[in-house]
């Protein structure tokens, strides 16, 4: 796959996938690649033991206009339901169907490359040429005019560290980890109560996934802290899943290993250690906005500003 392009998406997230809407809107040469095989990135939902969950981004809630336009999006396109009011401390919105669901919306009619994972950016001549792998062979995306990363801030910036950017970076990582233990439950052990509820001390956050998919068999997650997540990053699974169990067995009483499963996110959050609305540079005629949601302090898109 070669093609030249205006403009290039890097990350088919929901700040990737907002900005393209904009782009396609506008009638504007794009293309947005994404090394997933799916569009939403951490907006992303999982089945398994025939439970529903969604793994990442548990729910969208009120973060300013962007999401306010997000959810509206989602809402009129009947993708997107409001949580009762008790459901959560902040309220919400959340996907009948999966958070998933979002993205695939967002997605519809745009220009999309999926599996394409960026692996290199060069400069020639005025223009920047994005290379990657897709699934088989290469591609080369030839850039004129401004190229936009959505990836979590570290993935982009050692995508852009060739082209030697000169911004002040932050010294602290800008993105925590999150380890993520999903249980499917029996109907008879459901526990009731608010939709997400923090754990004691700080250990984690339990979201009641049946609230949100009473239609599928009910399942219950639990995203660990970013600390509890950092020290268990490393750690067997089956470690994991005895810590999930123990935890569970307070609200469900306990539950079989086969019946948990678990996702590690290297970059979940955005720590907020970025002040700017984005990092922006040129490199010969191309514009370059660095956008993810290190910005903004994690909020769902970084890219209000570009
Ligand atoms: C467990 C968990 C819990 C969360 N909880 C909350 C919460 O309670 N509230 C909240 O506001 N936010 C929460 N978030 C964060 C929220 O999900 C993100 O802020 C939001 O989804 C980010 O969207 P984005 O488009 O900026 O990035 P992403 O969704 O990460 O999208 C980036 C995309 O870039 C792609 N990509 C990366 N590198 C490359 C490459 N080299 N080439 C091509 N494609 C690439 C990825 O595949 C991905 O699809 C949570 C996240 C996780 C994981």
């Not at 995306?141 to 970076?169: C, G, H, I, N």
């Amino acid at each position: 796959m070669n093609q030249t392009v205006d403009t290039c998406v890097i990350g088919a997230g929901l700040g990737g996938l907002s900005n393209a809407r904009k782009l396609e809107a506008a009638g504007d040469s794009y293309v947005v690649l994404d090394k997933g095989r799916t569009p939403g990135g951490r907006a992303a939902t999982r089945r398994f033991a025939d439970s529903r969950f969604d793994h990442g981004l548990p729910l969208l809630t009120d973060q300013g206009p962007l999401t306010r336009a997000l959810t509206e999006e989602g809402h009129q396109a009947g993708v997107l339901e409001e949580i009762e009011a008790d459901g959560t401390a902040a309220g919400g919105w959340f996907a009948p169907a999966g958070i998933s669901a979002l993205g695939k919306h967002l997605a519809s009619g745009l220009k999309i490359r999926s599996r394409c994972r960026a692996t290199g950016i060069e400069e020639h001549s005025g223009s920047l040429t994005v290379t990657g792998e897709p699934d088989l062979g290469q591609f080369t995306v030839e850039v004129r005019k401004s190229l936009m990363l959505t990836s979590p801030l570290p993935q982009s910036l050692e995508l852009l560290a060739p082209l030697e950017p000169d911004w002040l970076l932050p010294e602290e990582a800008p993105c925590d980890k999150c380890v993520v233990a999903m249980a499917r439950i029996d109907q008879d052990r459901l526990p009731d109560g608010p939709l997400l509820r923090d754990l004691e001390e700080g250990s984690g956050r339990l979201a009641l996934e049946h609230r949100k998919f009473p239609d599928v068999i009910p399942g219950v997650s639990l995203r660990f802290s970013p600390l509890m997540s950092e020290g268990l990053f490393e750690v067997e699974d089956g470690q994991i899943k005895e810590v999930m169990s123990g935890t569970l067995e307070e609200f469900t009483g306990p539950v079989a290993d086969d019946q948990i499963q678990l996702m590690k996110w290297r970059y979940a959050t955005g720590s907020g250690a970025v002040p700017d609305p984005y990092f922006g540079m040129t490199r010969g005629e191309v514009a370059i906005a660095v956008c993810g949601d290190g910005f903004f302090g994690g909020a769902a898109s970084g890219t209000r500003r570009v």
